[in-house]
């Protein structure tokens, strides 16, 4: 069983903000924006000093509620501020993203990490698909096709060709390999038993071998059904005194059971 960490970057609304979605950009307040950016680094440092196996951020749009638009970004933050803990990224929602881009940000990410990514895809949820102007509709089978374009971008040792339904590209040979070899760590990521079966060994297995990669590859291809993960309690106390605060020290939540494959 491993630990893993919730990073949100959360914003600390000012009075006045409305609740809706999207939430107005001239809503936004510099300051408050450092604050949980400086937050999110405070934290990660702690529950590595904890223990933790991994720290997580996700991608969400358009909201204050979760400052992380995008995983690279703040994954690369996270990394060049931490030593030892692995970060997972939640994303790129692959449904409305470029398969082959994202395989070159997330092997370029594993490197600048030594080695110490976690990949999660996903598929979005409706938000995502109102900020890109996404179908619906084709989100499931976008993600599919994604999916297997970018494992085949990591792990095929000659430049190839791609022409699917919803993705197509001439030429496809990605620069840099990830360190961690044959994958880093990747889940196929998703709540409803649909998305897990589509994430099954069976499936996930068919992928890799036309990709080209190993046995070793293929068992690490998982579908997470569940997790542990914490989340951090509001407090705008500065992280030297939560370990002489015992009150302070248990500002996380944490909930659910664990990853299993599937």
Request: proline share 8%.
């Given at each position: 069983?491993?630990?893993?960490?919730?990073?949100?970057?959360?914003?600390?609304?000012?009075?006045?903000?409305p609740a809706e979605w999207p939430v107005p950009p001239g809503a936004y307040d510099p300051d408050a924006g450092a604050q949980a950016y400086q937050g999110?680094?405070?934290?990660?440092?702690?529950?590595?000093?904890?223990?933790?196996?991994?720290?997580?951020?996700?991608?969400?749009?358009?909201?204050?509620?979760?400052?992380?638009p995008n995983t690279a970004v703040s994954a690369s933050y996270i990394a060049a501020r931490s030593k030892t803990i692995k970060i997972a990224v939640l994303?790129?929602?692959?449904?409305?993203?470029?398969?082959?881009?994202?395989?070159?940000?997330?092997?370029?990410?594993?490197?600048?990490?030594?080695?110490?990514?976690?990949?999660?895809?996903?598929?979005?949820?409706?938000?995502?698909?109102?900020?890109?102007?996404?179908?619906?509709?084709?989100?499931?089978?976008?993600?599919?096709?994604?999916?297997?374009?970018?494992?085949?971008?990591?792990?095929?040792?000659?430049?190839?060709?791609?022409?699917?339904?919803?993705?197509?590209?001439?030429?496809?040979?990605?620069?840099?390999?990830?360190?961690?070899?044959?994958?880093?760590?990747?889940?196929s990521l998703g709540t409803s038993r649909e998305s897990c079966e589509r994430s099954s060994p069976s499936r996930r297995d068919t992928t890799a071998k036309?990709?080209?990669?190993?046995?070793?590859?293929?068992?690490?291809?998982?579908?997470?059904?569940?997790?542990?993960?914490?989340?951090?309690?509001?407090?705008?106390?500065?992280?030297?005194?939560?370990?002489?605060?015992?009150?302070?020290?248990?500002?996380?939540?944490?909930?659910?059971?664990?990853?299993?494959?599937?």
């Amino acid at each position: 069983m491993q630990v893993s960490y919730f990073e949100t970057a959360r914003y600390q609304v000012p009075p006045g903000v409305p609740a809706e979605w999207p939430v107005p950009p001239g809503a936004y307040d510099p300051d408050a924006g450092a604050q949980a950016y400086q937050g999110m680094v405070d934290r990660v440092q702690y529950v590595e000093e904890l223990g933790f196996d991994w720290v997580s951020v996700s991608e969400h749009h358009y909201s204050p509620r979760i400052l992380t638009p995008n995983t690279a970004v703040s994954a690369s933050y996270i990394a060049a501020r931490s030593k030892t803990i692995k970060i997972a990224v939640l994303g790129p929602i692959v449904s409305q993203s470029n398969p082959v881009q994202v395989a070159e940000e997330l092997a370029m990410l594993d490197n600048l990490a030594e080695g110490r990514l976690v990949v999660g895809l996903l598929r979005g949820t409706t938000n995502e698909y109102l900020t890109f102007g996404l179908n619906p509709a084709e989100a499931r089978e976008r993600t599919t096709e994604g999916m297997e374009l970018f494992l085949k971008a990591w792990t095929e040792s000659q430049p190839f060709g791609w022409q699917g339904r919803h993705f197509q590209y001439r030429t496809v040979s990605v620069w840099p390999r990830p360190l961690q070899q044959p994958l880093p760590p990747n889940y196929s990521l998703g709540t409803s038993r649909e998305s897990c079966e589509r994430s099954s060994p069976s499936r996930r297995d068919t992928t890799a071998k036309s990709a080209g990669a190993t046995a070793g590859s293929q068992r690490r291809s998982r579908c997470s059904i569940g997790r542990i993960f914490c989340s951090p309690r509001p407090t705008t106390k500065p992280r030297s005194s939560w370990r002489n605060n015992a009150r302070d020290r248990h500002r996380f939540r944490c909930g659910q059971v664990c990853a299993t494959r599937c």
